[in-house]
């Protein structure tokens, strides 16, 4: 199983980031899928989550500002972030955990820099 992220970077205050996650295709449409990040210092924390019929989740701080999909034809989740601010910094990982056998996979991790 694969997990690959990317799309992180630096961007300003205000500005729009999307990441991505391929996804291995033998796992992807049995999937709960999620981001999570961790800036400095402290935990991670969840973000967002996508089931696997299709049902999603925010953390209350990315509501309305943050917005996750999954696409079943490229394997990929992705996780559009407007509106971004500054206490957004943080590496953002992607998260998979396999519904029938509860087996769970992380990303690598990619940087989000949100400068003021």
């Known amino acids: 199983v694969q997990l690959q992220a990317s799309g992180g970077g630096l961007v300003q205050a205000g500005g729009s980031l999307r990441l991505s996650c391929v996804v291995s295709?033998?796992?992807?449409?049995?999937?709960?899928m999620g981001w999570y990040r961790q800036a400095p210092g402290k935990q991670r924390e969840l973000v967002a989550t996508?089931?696997?019929?299709?049902?999603?989740n925010y953390a209350d701080s990315v509501k309305g500002r943050f917005t996750i999909s999954g696409d079943n034809a490229k394997n990929t989740v992705y996780l559009q972030m407007n509106s971004l601010k500054p206490e957004d910094t943080a590496v953002y990982y992607c998260?998979?955990?396999?519904?029938?056998?509860?087996?769970?996979?992380w990303g690598q991790g990619t940087l989000v820099t949100v400068s003021s």
């Open positions: 998260h998979v955990v396999v519904v029938f056998t509860r087996r769970a996979y």
């Open positions: 996508i089931l696997s019929d299709g049902s999603t």
């Open positions: 295709r033998s796992i992807f449409s049995d999937s709960d």
